[in-house]
C-alpha cells in the first residue's frame, strides 16, 4: 500500500507541475550553454551519443540543480538527467555527459566527465529525473531537441532535423560521426545561426574564433548582400542555418550519381561582374544543391535566390526543401575566371581555395596530366614546370600543386577527353567545387579542350624465374564481379556477361603476359572462385599450365575475396584457412564464423588468406590480404588498418618464434602509403622487409589516386627470404592510364589498363647459387589508332626518364639491335 501512495503522489505532482516549458529571457545571463552534441554515431547510439555543457562565464557554477535531456514538454515521455550532487563546472570549462563511458571512451580514447548508464565506476552517474520526463534520454538521428533545465526554468535549448520547437529553422541534420558545434562557443543567439557541423567531434574542446551574427530578417532586407558577405572570411559561413537572399549569375551545374544509382544535381552562381563585395579573402560563387531536381537555368542566367546556408563536408551551400530560384535575365556576361597556381603544402592549399570556393577558376596555359580520366569523369593535371610524378609515400607529403578535374557530370562522359598521364592540354575553366576532400575544376565545355597526346611508351619486359628461382606478385582484380545479384544491393557490381568476358581476357593478358605467368599471384577483389577458375583456363593459353586456385569465401559485404593462384608445375598446396580475428572496434562486420566475445566484433571484413605451401618441394607460407579502404575517410579508417597490420604482424612472429629461418610472404592491396603507420606497423622492428622499396622512388608507385602516385601495394617477406632477392619491379601499363581502355581488348590495348592498380612482381632465389633474373624482351605493340605515332627519339628520351628500370630496358634493346647489325 505504501508504493501506492508514493506512486500517487508522484503522479499528483507531475500533473500540478506539468505545463509547456520557457526558455530564459533575454535578460537572463547564459553563462551555462550546450556547446555539442554528438547523436548520428557511427556504432550504438544508445553506447556513444553525448552532451557537452560549458560554463563561458567568470564564476564557479554549482551543476546539482542542473539536468539535461531531451524531453522538451514537462510531464513527456522521453528523458531528462540530473547532473550529481556537489557537481561543479569552472569558467571556461567544458563538460561530457555520455550514455557511457565505455561506448565514449572507444571512439575518443578518454573517458567522458559524466555517464547516464553505469558502465564505468570511475565516472560519475547522472540521475534520472522523474519530475520532468518518464522515459531514457535518446537523441533521434533524423530530429530532436535538446534542453539544460535548472530547477524548471529552460536555460538553454536547441532543435535540429526535423525538429522546429525552439528553432525555426532548426539546425541541418549532420551525417553520422559529425557533431553539432556553438561556435562561437559563447554565441547565443537563441537560433540555429551559432552552430555549425563539425565533421571531427571535439568533446571537451571549445571554440571561441567567429562571428556571432543575429539571424537574418529577410522580410525586412531591402538591400540584397553579395555572395562574398554570405560565404564569409572563415571556413564557415556565418550565415550556416540561416535563410539567406542573393542575387547572381549562373556559372554551371554538376550532375553526380552515387553508389545506390541515384543522381544528385549542384549548381554554381557567382556575383555578377561589379557587384562583388571587393574582399580578396571571400568567395564570390557559392554552390546550389538541388536534390534530384535537374537544372532548369542555363549558364549565364541572372537568378534571384532564396535558401538555407549549411556546410555539407566543407562545401558551403543552399540545401534543396527551401531552396527558390527565380530567374530575372539571361544572356548576361560571366565573370572572368581566376587564374590558379596552388602551393604545394598540404596544409597551405585550404587557405589558398577557400576565398575561391564555387567560383569561376581556369588553370592559365597549358597543363599536363598527372592522373589519367577515370571512370567518374576526370583527370588530374598540373602546371609542367612542376614535373610529371607527384609521389606521396606519407600522407603529409606535399601534392597541393595537383589540380583535380571534373566533367560537368559523372553519368554520362560524352565529349570528355580520355587522357593518360604526360599528354598535356589547355583550355581549362569552371567553377570550383570541393568534393571527396579535395578543390576540383568542374570543367564546363570540353569542346573548348585542346589535347595534345604523347606517344605510348614501350611495355616493359616482364622478369622471369630462371631455373632455381620462383616468381611472385600482386593483383588487385578492382571489382572482379559475375553478373548474379547476390545481395540484393545496388551497391553490388553487375556486369553484363559482354563485359566480364572482356574483363576476363584482360587479366590473361596481364598474368600470361605482362607478368609473365609468375609462380604465385596474390590476388584481391574477385567475387567467387568460379571467376577465378575461368581465368586460370584462360591463362593456361599462354602459360602451358592450368593455375591452381586456392580460395575462402569471405564475410565482405559486397562480396568480394582474397585468392591465390599457383603454378602446379612447382606449387603444392598443403593447407588454407582464413585468420579472422576479434577487436574492440566497432567494424560494424557480421561473420557468422567468428565467435566473438561481448563488447567484440570480427576484424576483418576480407581476412587474410594463409596458404601454406611447397615450391619445389621447400616450405612457404603465404599470407594474402586486403586492408581496409579509406573509404569513410583516411583517418576515420586508420584504426582498422593499424589493427590489421597488428594482427598480420602477429600471425608473422608466432612463425619466427617457432622457425626463425621460416620463409613468409605477406603480400596484398594494403591501402596505405608506403611510409603510413600501417606499413611500418606491419613491418615492425625488421620480422618483413618490403621488397617494393628496392625499386627506384620515381618507379616506386602502384597506383594513381587524383594524380597523387602512391604505393599502395605491397609485397614483404621474412629475414630468411629477404637475403633471396634476385630482382623486383612494378610493371606501369594499368595506373597511368585512361579507364577506357578497359574494355579495349585490340592487339594495341590489350595489354593496358586491365585493372586500376599497377602489377609488382618480385623474382627469389630457391638454390644457393641461382642462375640471375633476366628480362625477356617483348613485342612492342604499336599505340592506339587514335594517338599520334611515336617517334624514337621520344621513345628514348621517356625511357630515360623511368629512372634504372628505363635504362636497363633502354640498353638490352641497343645490345639486341648491335646483335642484329653484326
Excluded at 513527456?76 to 569558467?91: D, Y
Excluded at 533545465?149 to 560521426?177: C, H, K, M, W
Excluded at 589558398?352 to 596530366?369: C, D, I, K, S
Excluded at 608466432?654 to 600501417?678: C, F, K, M, W
Aim: charged residues 20%; aromatic residues 8%.
Amino acid at each position: 500500500m505504501k508504493g501506492f501512495w508514493v506512486a500517487l503522489t508522484a503522479i499528483f505532482v507531475v500533473c500540478l507541475l506539468w505545463r509547456p516549458v520557457q526558455a530564459q529571457t533575454a535578460s537572463e545571463p547564459a553563462s551555462l550553454l550546450i556547446t555539442e552534441v554528438y547523436y548520428n554515431t557511427p556504432g550504438s547510439d544508445g553506447d556513444e551519443e553525448w552532451i557537452e555543457i560549458a560554463n563561458v562565464g567568470t564564476a564557479v557554477i554549482d551543476l546539482s540543480a542542473y539536468k539535461v535531456g531531451d524531453e522538451e514538454m514537462m510531464g513527456g515521455g522521453e528523458g531528462m538527467v540530473r547532473f550529481p550532487e556537489e557537481a561543479r563546472i569552472e569558467p571556461g570549462q567544458a563538460v561530457v555527459v555520455a550514455q557511457t563511458a565505455v561506448g565514449f571512451r572507444y571512439l575518443f580514447g578518454h573517458n567522458p566527465d559524466f555517464e547516464i548508464r553505469d558502465t564505468d565506476p570511475a565516472v560519475p552517474d547522472m540521475r534520472p529525473y522523474l519530475i520532468w520526463a518518464s522515459g531514457d534520454l535518446a537523441l533521434s538521428n533524423e530530429g530532436d531537441e535538446v534542453l539544460l533545465v535548472e530547477r524548471t526554468a529552460v536555460r538553454d535549448s536547441l532543435s535540429y532535423g526535423d525538429s522546429t520547437f525552439f528553432f525555426q529553422p532548426a539546425i541541418n541534420n549532420v551525417l553520422t560521426g559529425h557533431s553539432i558545434e556553438r561556435v562561437p562557443a559563447d554565441c547565443d543567439t537563441d537560433s540555429a545561426a551559432a552552430w555549425l557541423p563539425r565533421e571531427t567531434p571535439t568533446p571537451g574542446q571549445l571554440t571561441f574564433e567567429g562571428e556571432c551574427l543575429a539571424p537574418v530578417d529577410l522580410a525586412v532586407q531591402e538591400i540584397l548582400p553579395p555572395i562574398g558577405q554570405i560565404q564569409g572570411r572563415g571556413e564557415f559561413s556565418p550565415y550556416v542555418n540561416q535563410m539567406v537572399s542573393f542575387r547572381g549569375v549562373v556559372t554551371g551545374s554538376y550532375e553526380d550519381r552515387n553508389t545506390r544509382g541515384v543522381t544528385y544535381y549542384t549548381l554554381f552562381v557567382q556575383d555578377a561582374p561589379g557587384t562583388e563585395d571587393g574582399d580578396p579573402a571571400t568567395s564570390d560563387g557559392v554552390a546550389l544543391f538541388l536534390g534530384r531536381r535537374r537544372p532548369f537555368t542555363q549558364i549565364g542566367d541572372l537568378v534571384k535566390v532564396t535558401g538555407l546556408v549549411t556546410e555539407f563536408f566543407g562545401l558551403t551551400e543552399l540545401e534543396d526543401s527551401s531552396l527558390e530560384i527565380t530567374v530575372e535575365a539571361s544572356g548576361q556576361p560571366l565573370p572572368a575566371p581566376v587564374s590558379i597556381d596552388p602551393p604545394a603544402d598540404n596544409a597551405a592549399l585550404a587557405a589558398y581555395y577557400e576565398p575561391l570556393e564555387a567560383m569561376r577558376v581556369m588553370v592559365a596555359g597549358t597543363a599536363q596530366v598527372v592522373g589519367p580520366t577515370f571512370s567518374g569523369c576526370g583527370f588530374a593535371v598540373a602546371r609542367p614546370e612542376y614535373g610529371l610524378r607527384f609521389l606521396q609515400q606519407r600522407a603529409a607529403d606535399g601534392i597541393g600543386r595537383v589540380i583535380p578535374i571534373l566533367h560537368t557530370s559523372d553519368v554520362d562522359c560524352t565529349g570528355f577527353p580520355n587522357v593518360k598521364t604526360g599528354d598535356t592540354l589547355s583550355g581549362l575553366a569552371g567553377p570550383l567545387i570541393y568534393h571527396f576532400d579535395q578543390f576540383k575544376l568542374v570543367q564546363q565545355q570540353p569542346d573548348e579542350l585542346r589535347v595534345t597526346a604523347v606517344p605510348w611508351p614501350p611495355l616493359p619486359a616482364p622478369l622471369r624465374a630462371a631455373a632455381g628461382q620462383f616468381s611472385v606478385s600482386t593483383v588487385n582484380l578492382e571489382n572482379h564481379f559475375d553478373a548474379i545479384d547476390d545481395t540484393g544491393d545496388a551497391a553490388e557490381p553487375k556486369p553484363d556477361p559482354t563485359d566480364i568476358g572482356l574483363k576476363q581476357s584482360k587479366l590473361a593478358a596481364a598474368i600470361g603476359q605482362t607478368l609473365g605467368c609468375p609462380t604465385l599471384v596474390g590476388i584481391q577483389e574477385v567475387e567467387k572462385k568460379a571467376l577465378l577458375d575461368s581465368l586460370a583456363a584462360e591463362t593456361a593459353v599462354t602459360c602451358g599450365f592450368t593455375y591452381t586456385v586456392t580460395h575462402l569465401e569471405s564475410a565482405d559485404v559486397r562480396g568480394i575475396d582474397v585468392a591465390l593462384l599457383s603454378d602446379p608445375h612447382h606449387v603444392q598446396v598443403q593447407a588454407a584457412q582464413l585468420r579472422q580475428t576479434c577487436t574492440e572496434l566497432n567494424t560494424g562486420i557480421f561473420d557468422e564464423t567468428a565467435v566473438c566475445p561481448d563488447g567484440q566484433s570480427p576484424l576483418f571484413s576480407r581476412p587474410p588468406l594463409q596458404v601454406d605451401l611447397t615450391i619445389d618441394g621447400q616450405p612457404f607460407t603465404v599470407y594474402v590480404n586486403h586492408f581496409k579502404s579509406k573509404v569513410g575517410g583516411a583517418a576515420e579508417t586508420e584504426a582498422q588498418r593499424l589493427a590489421h597490420a597488428a594482427h598480420v604482424g602477429g600471425l608473422v612472429d608466432e612463425q619466427l618464434a617457432h622457425d626463425p629461418e621460416a620463409r613468409l610472404i605477406v603480400l596484398g592491396d594494403l591501402n596505405d602509403y608506403e611510409l603510413s603507420p600501417t606499413l611500418l606497423a606491419l613491418a615492425g622492428n625488421g620480422r618483413l622487409r618490403n621488397v617494393l622499396a628496392q625499386i627506384p622512388l620515381a618507379e616506386r608507385y602502384s597506383y594513381v589516386y587524383g594524380g597523387a602516385a602512391q604505393l599502395i601495394d605491397g609485397l614483404l617477406v621474412s629475414p630468411a627470404l629477404s637475403g633471396e632477392l634476385a630482382g623486383v619491379t612494378i610493371l606501369h601499363v594499368n595506373a597511368d592510364y585512361p579507364d577506357s581502355l578497359s574494355r579495349d581488348v585490340s592487339p594495341d590495348g590489350l595489354l593496358y589498363k586491365a585493372t586500376d592498380h599497377d602489377l609488382p612482381l618480385a623474382v627469389f632465389n630457391l638454390a644457393a647459387a641461382p642462375e640471375p633474373a633476366t628480362a625477356v624482351p617483348t613485342l612492342t605493340p604499336a599505340p592506339p589508332a587514335a594517338e599520334p605515332a611515336a617517334s624514337s627519339g621520344g621513345s628514348w628520351f621517356w625511357l630515360l626518364g623511368m629512372g634504372g628500370l628505363g635504362t636497363a630496358v633502354l640498353l638490352a634493346v641497343l645490345v639486341a639491335r648491335r646483335h642484329q647489325a653484326g
